[in-house]
């Protein structure tokens, strides 16, 4: 395989692996939305082609002779927690991407999904890709959603010789994270915004390890098969306690119970509702944040020779990042 297609390129994950591919000798078509304003992508050699999935027409001649696709384009958007454009974005654009790869003739498909898309477990029995989905539990349509595109690709593998592999990004930190997604996080305990921790836990990896995973699966990995891509389970304490002495602040002391999380994610999302503006906390999230969500990558890192890299590593690369683009 020589020419790749990456959908979703100025993301967070779609910065790294189009990094990836070049430092691996691939030539990059990068996908991107004409009124894009990331500059993540400043300075690199790959050819560009304007935009969407959703737009099959432009879709069609950005795949047009490449060789394969890594499509790791979303909406990760919580808020409508319930949302036609999720549905839109990360079904139906996953769903015309498999169709024209099929279509095409592409050697390999690689689909970005979301390590929610299986059951998460606790520290003695984590997640793996055989747990059930338990998502609608959020009651999220992108975890949803991206469950249901998840499905799609599985069953197009299975009957139609769609030659995909799957990879399950859990929680991810690291450089380019232009929106910023998780390093909202990062900045608020930068910020000292961040009062306490809550009873739950995140699978915790860096976006570079899971770009390697996602470039390896073009040509490593089975067909029809699901990768979580992870590294360290860690509780909410341990990870603002791990982003405070990177940030050089003191961690949030104060155990935040359940019952008081979830009382104030009712009442944030019952005020957003009433008042329609976007909350910084709803009950979704309230949720999240009182559930432990771990999960193995074992797997990945097996069949997908996916790296390691230390999770404060991780926080400092995208701490440094934010300094650097005048996020903090």
């Known amino acids: 395989m020589k020419k790749i297609l990456v959908t979703g390129p100025d993301g967070l994950l779609g910065s790294h692996i189009v990094r990836v591919l070049l430092e691996e000798g691939y030539e990059v078509r990068v996908l991107v939305f004409p009124d894009s304003v ?25 795949m047009t002779g490449c060789d394969a696709v890594i499509h790791a384009a979303a909406s990760t958007m919580v808020w409508p927690t319930r949302s036609e454009r999720s549905w839109q974005i990360n079904f139906e654009g996953t769903k015309n991407v498999a169709d024209l790869a099929m279509e095409l003739g592409l050697r390999r498909m690689v689909y970005v999904s979301t390590a929610s898309s299986f059951g998460g477990g606790d520290a003695n029995s984590p997640g793996t890709e055989t747990s059930p989905y338990d998502g609608d539990r959020f009651g999220l349509d992108y975890i949803a959603s991206k469950y249901a595109a998840q499905k799609h690709i599985l069953e197009q593998a299975a009957t139609n010789s769609l030659p995909a592999v799957i990879v399950n990004p859990t929680f991810m930190f690291g450089e380019y994270d232009s929106l910023p997604s998780s390093g909202q996080m990062i900045i608020a ?59 050089h602040q003191k961690p949030p002391f104060i155990y935040l119970p359940d019952f008081l999380i979830l009382a104030f994610g009712y009442i944030c999302t019952a005020l957003a509702l009433l008042f329609h503006f976007k909350p910084g906390f709803s009950h979704a999230t309230a949720l999240a944040s009182c559930s432990k969500q771990f999960y193995s990558a074992e797997k990945a890192v097996r069949e997908l020779d996916m790296p390691q890299t230390p999770v404060e590593n991780a926080i400092q690369a995208e701490f440094e990042w934010l300094k650097a683009n005048n996020y903090c």
Do not use: F, Q, W
């Not at 790959?46 to 950005?62: F, M, P, Q, W, Y």
């Not at 699978?203 to 995973?213: E, L, R, T, W």
């Not at 909410?236 to 990177?246: D, F, L, P, V, W």
């Open 38 to 62: 990331s500059h993540t992508l400043d300075g690199l050699p790959v050819e560009r082609a304007s935009g969407n999935i959703l737009d099959t027409d432009s879709l069609r001649k950005a």
């Open 189 to 247: 305990v930068y910020k000292g915004k961040v009062p306490g921790y809550t009873s739950g836990g995140k699978n915790i990896v860096y976006a570079g390890d899971v770009a390697h995973a996602c470039v390896n699966a073009l040509k490593k990995g089975r067909v029809g098969e699901c990768y979580i891509a992870g590294n360290r389970n860690m509780s909410y304490r341990e990870i603002t306690g791990a982003i405070a002495k990177t940030v």
